[in-house]
C-alpha cells in the first residue's frame, strides 16, 4: 500500500446547500447552473435548478443562494512556501493553509527549502506530524533531492517517499552538477517520485537581482538572463530522457524556456512545467518603481516572454499554473531593491489575477484558466479535484462580479508582500470546501446576498 | 530666470525636465558668484538642518555637499556608515527615522543600493537628495557635468558626446545619459561588450564597443575604471583595456575635450598627459560641484525666483 502524500487537520464533511450556481468544471463538462447538494463532504446530488427552487431545502443543511457566482473544482497549487519549519514569523502550516483557503485552494505541495531542510526523515515526520494538527487544506511535502539543498549529496530518497513525500527538489536553487542531478533521476527509479527542478545557472545568473535587459540597463541593476533559465532545462531536458526520468520543470519565467519545454516534449523526455501568476500578468516594467515586492526569481522579465508564458499555457506546453507563493516579512523587504529577498505572495490572488488580466481582456478562456489551476494535481499523482457526484468536495465558490482591492482589508497570509498589492482585482473567492469541509467562508458572504438579493430570497445559511 | 516647479526630491534625472534642469544651472551660476566672493556664505538656509548620510566612501560628493550646505548657512549634520549606528546593524529606515527626529529639512543621501533614495524619501518629511544610489544614478553629478559643459559650449544642442568606460557599473553614466540628451546633445557609449549593459541604447543613446569613431566626438567623457572589475574578470586585464580604450594624446583631437567624474586612475582610463591638458575638464568639474549642489538644495527647500542676497 502506498503511503498517504497529503496531511491535514481532519475535520467532518460538511453538509450544504449551494443554489444556482454556474458550475464550470472542464473535467466533467460541466459549464451550466447548478444546484450541489453536499452531505457528509461528498457531493451527494448535482442537477440543474428545474424549478425556480432547484433541489428542495431541507432544515439540516445551510443553503448558499449562489445566482449569479460561480463554482469551480478547488484550486491544486504545485509550489507553495509554507515557511515550516524555523520560519514560522513568515508564515506557517495554519496561515499559509488559511491563505490557500481564502484563494480557493483545497491542496498545496510544500518546498523544503525551510530551516532546517526538509532532507531526512525526522524533520519530514514532524512537519507530516504537524500538518495532521494545523493544516485547514490537504498539504504534500516535497523533501529535498541533496542535503541542505548543498548539491553534494542525496538525500535518503526511498526513506523520504516511504514517509510521504510527494517527490523531490532543491527549489530555491538550482541542481547545478549535472553528475549529481543525474544521479537524482537514477535513483528515482528505486523511489518514484517526481523531481522537480529551479532551474538557473548560477554561473549566468550570477549576482542578478532582475531580468536582463531595457529596465535593467536603466536601473544599473544587474540582470539575470533568460538563458541561464533555458539552458538549464535544455540540459536537464536531456538529461531527464538519457534516464527516462519524470522530471517538472518549476516556475518557468522565459520564452527560451517555453521553447526548450516544447522540444523537450517533441524530443519524447517525461518532462512538465508550471507557470506563476505574476509571470503570466506582469513584467520587468513594474520594477522601474523599484518596489521589492517586484523582486522574485525568476525575476518578471519582457513583454515577450509574458505572452509566451501565456500561449504555453493555453496550448498546454506548460500544464499548470503554481503561485510560488513566498512570504517573506515587511521589514526584510522593506530595504533596497538589491538587499531584498526574492519573492511574492500569491496563494489570495491567484485566481483575480488571472481572470483579470488573461480571461477578461480575452488572453485566455476561462475554461483553460480552472484546467490549469487544478492541474498540478494530476502531476504529483494527487487526486484531481472534480465536481461530480460521489466526488470529495473540494470546489471553490467565486463571484467573478465583485472587484476589491489586493490587501485593502489586509492579508490572511502572515505577510503582505504581494506583487498585486493595491491592484484592483475582478473575481472574490467567497467560499472554499477541502477534503469535504468548509475550510473559508467570506465573513460578508451573508449580508452581501441579503443585500443583493432582497428579502424575497429566502432564508440564507445559517450559522 | 524662468520658474519652474521644483519636484520635492532629486532621486533621478527623470525628476527635471529641460526646463528644470536650466532653472537649477542658472541658480548655480548665481551661487558660483558667491564662491568667488571672499565670504563665500548667504543666509539661505539659516536655521534649517541638513543630513548627509553616507553609506559609501566618497570624498568630493560628500565634501561638496558639505560646503555646499554650509555656503547656504545651513546646519549640517555628517554621518558615515563607519562608526555609527548604521555600522550596528541598524536598517535604513531606523537610521532615516531617528534623524528625522531632528527635524532636517534635506537629507542627502549616498548609498551602495539602487533605490536607496527613493525609500528614504517614503519615511521622512525631509527633502531627499540623491547623491548616488549603486549603479542607478548621481543626479547631482550630471547637473555639474552639464553646468560645466553649458559655461563651455554655451549649449548642449546637437553636442556629440562619448561616455567611455565601465558603463555597466556606472551611475554616473545612466544619469549623464539621461541629463546630456535631455538637454538636446547626442550620446554615444562606448566600452568592452562585457561592461556595457545589454539593451542600454533603451536610455537614448547609441552603443559600440570600439575608439573606432571617436573623432566624431565634441566631447569624451570618460569613466573610472575599476580595478575589481578586472578580477571579476570582465575585462582581462588593465594593460589590454588601457590599450583599447585609454583617452590619451595620441586618440585626442585637438577639438575634443575631455571629463572625467573622478577619482582618475592616472594610466589607466586617462594618460597622464591628457589629464594636465587644457583639453580636460575635470578641474572645472570640480568646482561646479558647490554651486550646482547649492543650487539643488536652494531650489528644493526654497525655491523663489530670486535670491535677494545674491543678487
Redesign the interface.
Known amino acids: 500500500m502506498s503511503p498517504r502524500r497529503l496531511f491535514h487537520a481532519v475535520r467532518p464533511g460538511d453538509d450544504l446547500l449551494i443554489r444556482g450556481a454556474h458550475v464550470l468544471d472542464p473535467r466533467t463538462d460541466l459549464d451550466e447552473p447548478h444546484d450541489i447538494l453536499i452531505r457528509n463532504g461528498r457531493i451527494a446530488e448535482l442537477s440543474p435548478p428545474s424549478q425556480p427552487g432547484g433541489l428542495p431545502a431541507s432544515d439540516q443543511v445551510d443553503i448558499i443562494d449562489a445566482a449569479g457566482k460561480h463554482v469551480f473544482p478547488g484550486f491544486v497549487d504545485p509550489h507553495v512556501h509554507l515557511r515550516t519549519p524555523g520560519q514560522e514569523y513568515k508564515e506557517d502550516l495554519d496561515t499559509g493553509t488559511a491563505s490557500a483557503a481564502a484563494g480557493g485552494y483545497c491542496a498545496l505541495v510544500a518546498m523544503p527549502n525551510t530551516s532546517p531542510t526538509v532532507d531526512t526523515a525526522a524533520v519530514l515526520g514532524s512537519l507530516v506530524e504537524r500538518a495532521q494538527r494545523e493544516a485547514r487544506v490537504p498539504v504534500g511535502f516535497l523533501a529535498s533531492i541533496t542535503r541542505g539543498l548543498a548539491g553534494e549529496e542525496l538525500t535518503e530518497m526511498a526513506e523520504l517517499r516511504d514517509l510521504g513525500a510527494i517527490g523531490f527538489t532543491d527549489d530555491g536553487k538550482p541542481v547545478v552538477s549535472a553528475g549529481m542531478l543525474r544521479k537524482a533521476l537514477q535513483y528515482q527509479r528505486l523511489c518514484g517520485g517526481i523531481i522537480a527542478l529551479h532551474e538557473e545557472d548560477p554561473a549566468l545568473s550570477a549576482d542578478g537581482v532582475m531580468h536582463?535587459?531595457?529596465v535593467?540597463?536603466?536601473?544599473?541593476?544587474a540582470?539575470i538572463?533568460s538563458v541561464s533559465e533555458s539552458t538549464m532545462i535544455a540540459r536537464d531536458s536531456a538529461l531527464a530522457l538519457y534516464e527516462d526520468a519524470r522530471v517538472h520543470f518549476q516556475h518557468l519565467s522565459a520564452i527560451e524556456s517555453v521553447q526548450a519545454l516544447k522540444a523537450a516534449k517533441e524530443s519524447g523526455a517525461r518532462v512538465s512545467g508550471e507557470a506563476s501568476p505574476h509571470h503570466l500578468t506582469l513584467t520587468d516594467d513594474v520594477v522601474r518603481t523599484?518596489d521589492s515586492r517586484f523582486k522574485m526569481n525568476p525575476p518578471l522579465r519582457a513583454e515577450s516572454d509574458r505572452r509566451a508564458l501565456v500561449e504555453g499555457l493555453r496550448s498546454g506546453i506548460i500544464e499548470c499554473v503554481a503561485t510560488d507563493h513566498a512570504p517573506h516579512a515587511v521589514?526584510e523587504k522593506?530595504?533596497?531593491?538589491?538587499?531584498a529577498p526574492m519573492g511574492t505572495t500569491g496563494l489570495e490572488t491567484a485566481f483575480a489575477a488571472l481572470y483579470t488580466e488573461l480571461v477578461l481582456p480575452g488572453e485566455l478562456e476561462l475554461g483553460i484558466v480552472i484546467e490549469r489551476m487544478t492541474a498540478g494535481a494530476g502531476l504529483y499523482d494527487l487526486p484531481t479535484p472534480r465536481i461530480a457526484i460521489g466526488e470529495q468536495a473540494n470546489l471553490c465558490l467565486v463571484d467573478l462580479d465583485t472587484t476589491w482591492e489586493v490587501g485593502g482589508d489586509g492579508y490572511v497570509s502572515r505577510s503582505s508582500n504581494s506583487c498585486f498589492h493595491g491592484r484592483t482585482l475582478h473575481g472574490r473567492v467567497m467560499l472554499t470546501l477541502a477534503a469535504g469541509a468548509v475550510v473559508y467562508r467570506r465573513p460578508m458572504l451573508v449580508r452581501e446576498e441579503h443585500a443583493r438579493s432582497g428579502a424575497g430570497a429566502g432564508r440564507s445559511e445559517a450559522e | 530666470m524662468s520658474t519652474t516647479r521644483m519636484p520635492r526630491h532629486l532621486i533621478s534625472i527623470d525628476d527635471l525636465d529641460r526646463s528644470g534642469i536650466e532653472q537649477v544651472l542658472d541658480r548655480a551660476e548665481s551661487f558660483a558668484e558667491v564662491s568667488g566672493r571672499e565670504i563665500k556664505k548667504v543666509p539661505a538656509l539659516r536655521g534649517r538642518t541638513i543630513v548627509n548620510l553616507f553609506y559609501e566612501a566618497s570624498t568630493r560628493t560628500s565634501s561638496s555637499f558639505e560646503l555646499a550646505a554650509k555656503r547656504l548657512s545651513a546646519d549640517v549634520v555628517n554621518i558615515r556608515s563607519a562608526g555609527s549606528s548604521v555600522d550596528k546593524g541598524e536598517?535604513?529606515?531606523d537610521t532615516v527615522q531617528t534623524l528625522s527626529a531632528y527635524d532636517p529639512a534635506a537629507i542627502v543621501i549616498r548609498?551602495p543600493?539602487?533605490?536607496?533614495a527613493?525609500?528614504v524619501a517614503g519615511w521622512t518629511d525631509a527633502a531627499v537628495v540623491n547623491a548616488g544610489?549603486?549603479?542607478?544614478?548621481h543626479p547631482t553629478q550630471a547637473l555639474l557635468d552639464v553646468f560645466t559643459l553649458r559655461r563651455r559650449f554655451g549649449s548642449l544642442d546637437r553636442l556629440n558626446i562619448w561616455i567611455v568606460g565601465d558603463v555597466s557599473?556606472?551611475?554616473v553614466a545612466?544619469s549623464d545619459i539621461l541629463a546630456f540628451t535631455r538637454m538636446g546633445a547626442d550620446v554615444t557609449v562606448c566600452g568592452p561588450p562585457t561592461l556595457l549593459?545589454?539593451?542600454?541604447e533603451?536610455?537614448g543613446c547609441s552603443a559600440t564597443p570600439t575608439l573606432e569613431r571617436i573623432e566624431e566626438a565634441d566631447v569624451i567623457y570618460v569613466l573610472r575604471m575599476q580595478h575589481e572589475r578586472m578580477h571579476q574578470s570582465f575585462i582581462p586585464s588593465l594593460r589590454e583595456y588601457a590599450g583599447r580604450y585609454q583617452i590619451n594624446e595620441k586618440r585626442l583631437r585637438p577639438h575634443q575635450l575631455v571629463m572625467h567624474p573622478g577619482p582618475v586612475n592616472r594610466g589607466v582610463e586617462l594618460s597622464a598627459a591628457t589629464i594636465d591638458s587644457d583639453q580636460a575638464l575635470i578641474g572645472e568639474q570640480v568646482k561646479a560641484g558647490v554651486a550646482v549642489r547649492m543650487a539643488v538644495l536652494y531650489e528644493l527647500l526654497v525655491g523663489s525666483p530670486i535670491l535677494a542676497a545674491v543678487a
Open positions: 536582463e535587459g531595457a535593467s540597463a536603466r536601473l544599473g541593476l540582470g538572463p523599484l521589514h522593506e530595504v533596497p531593491f538589491e538587499q | 536598517s535604513l529606515k548609498s543600493h539602487a533605490g536607496a527613493q525609500l544610489d549603486g549603479k542607478h544614478e557599473h556606472s551611475r545612466r549593459p545589454r539593451q542600454i533603451a536610455l
